[in-house]
């Protein structure tokens, strides 16, 4: 559970509490387990994403 105090500045609180969710990965986490996927699909994907992220950490 993410807690935030509050010390009279209440848009500050919000957005430092809505940077800590985000952090945490529920908004994600919710978009992942609103739909099923099968197995092989969901294989396929994080092959997809690793292949990805190497393309993108590439160092020359």
Do not use: C, D, F
């Not at 209440?10 to 919710?30: C, I």
């Amino acid at each position: 559970m993410t807690k935030v105090v509050v010390n009279g500045n209440l848009e500050k609180a919000m957005k430092t509490w809505k940077m800590k969710v985000a952090k945490s990965g529920v908004p994600s986490e919710l978009k992942k387990k609103k739909h099923y996927t099968k197995p092989g699909v969901q294989k396929r994907e994080a092959k997809k994403e690793m292949i990805r992220n190497a393309r993108k950490h590439k160092n020359y």
